[in-house]
């Protein structure tokens, strides 16, 4: 967790899917503490909360999945399980996660062992619609850099039968200067590097973080539903730390998707742009070559204000509890076919979110989704918007970002 000169971020990797697969997800889990060197005592205690939580979705889940992946800072790494499933749900989470609470048929630790085990446990469950549970294990004693919550998480899973993920998301700081050399999570393979552009010299607008220059706005002629979208001519980067956060879906699927997916990140990760425009432009690069991807760029600041430049079929949205803002992307395929970019900006409320999403999500859902769990991890949020809203014919991928730090 990225805490110096910004808000709080994680890189994610190695990501792996486990559905009806508790020996496998034990296995897996061993296989990762030792990697990262979380050491033996503490990874005897992820593999622990793995069964646990493995043979609850085995006995008592509807359609029950569980992800395992790597958390990543510049200091230390841990591992991350993200459970989730149709259904039942559990009625009384607090009594659940009482000491001597034990669905039957279980290892017999119960949710509250593992919530006591893991650095940080999470869960949110409606009855008769599901529940999401996220846990992390990090190596003890707890490094000092891990403070406060990441502000952006996100999920991906490939379609059915592919072991790879054509989407991706990704994000990483800004720190009014250089490119903060602070990203945040990929999918599982690296892509290509893309040369860094001197914007500096291009646009005339200097590195300097301190310099901003208001934009021209025009209102746009297609507000958001929810709320009101503006075009912003010239846009630039406002005062103070950002966060930049990228959704991507590489054409198609499998292992072709994921190489264009992975080289917009890796341009995304090292590249020096600090508006959607600019970052847009350097993906835009690295993806010549490759099937090309459908890509949505993001900028939020403090004091919510957020610029958005969007190409292709990726669904965005700025949601709070009672409202849901769209916003403009443009037809197109990055790497290939562009049209004059445009970015827009809107205001991302003080308790709402950030949505990112691929089209391997319906856009069907609604405010009302979200509303009960805005106050949860990022990472949990997206968990239950796939839940909700995603389909097994398409790769799928939600990110989202909250702006309050």
Avoid at 15 to 41: C, K, N, T, V
Avoid at 150 to 172: F, L, S
Avoid at 222 to 229: E, F, H, I, L
């Amino acid at each position: 967790m990225i805490t110096v000169g910004g808000p709080p971020l994680l890189d994610c990797e190695d990501s792996a899917w486990f559905r009806d697969q508790p020996e496998a997800a034990r296995g897996a889990a061993a296989a990762l503490g030792r990697r990262i060197g979380l050491g033996e005592h503490r990874t005897a205690q992820l593999v622990l909360a793995v069964a646990e939580l493995g043979t609850n979705i085995t006995k008592h889940a509807v359609d029950g999945s569980m992800l395992l992946r790597v958390l990543r800072n510049r200091d230390v790494a841990g591992v991350e399980v993200l459970v989730v499933d149709g259904g039942p749900g559990v009625a009384d989470v607090a009594a659940a996660l009482r000491d001597g609470v034990s669905s039957i048929g279980t290892l017999g630790i119960g949710l509250g062992a593992v919530q006591r085990l893991a650095d940080r446990f999470d869960i949110h469950s409606v009855p008769g619609l599901g529940t999401v549970q996220l846990a992390r294990f990090w190596p003890h004693p707890l490094h000092a850099s891990l403070v406060g919550e990441a502000v952006v998480g996100g999920v991906t899973r490939p379609i059915g039968g592919e072991e790879v993920c054509g989407d991706a998301w990704a994000a990483r700081g800004d720190t009014g200067g250089e490119a903060a050399g602070a990203p945040v999570a990929r999918t599982e393979r690296p892509g290509v590097t893309a040369a860094a552009l001197d914007w500096s010299a291009m646009t005339g607008t200097g590195s300097g973080g301190s310099r901003y220059t208001a934009p021209v706005v025009q209102r746009s002629s297609r507000p958001g539903a929810g709320g009101r979208s503006e075009l912003v001519r010239g846009a630039t980067a406002g005062p103070g730390h950002g966060v930049l956060v990228m959704s991507c879906d590489g054409l198609g699927h499998g292992p072709m998707a994921a190489r264009a997916s992975q080289a917009a990140v890796q341009a995304f990760r090292t590249g020096a742009g600090r508006t959607p425009e600019q970052v847009m432009e350097e993906v835009h690069r690295a993806l010549r070559g490759t099937r090309g991807a459908a890509v949505a760029i993001a900028r939020l600041e403090p004091g919510g204000r957020v610029l958005f430049c969007g190409i292709g079929n990726i669904t965005a949205s700025v949601v709070d509890t009672g409202s849901r803002a769209n916003l403009l992307s443009h037809p197109g395929i990055v790497g290939a076919q562009m049209r004059q970019l445009r970015t827009y900006e809107h205001h991302l409320p003080a308790h709402g979110v950030l949505v990112m999403h691929s089209d391997g999500l319906s856009e069907r859902w609604r405010p009302g989704d979200l509303a009960a769990l805005l106050h949860h991890p990022p990472a949990l949020i997206a968990t239950g918007l796939l839940r909700q809203a995603g389909t097994r014919r398409d790769d799928a991928s939600v990110v989202i970002a909250k702006g309050a730090w």
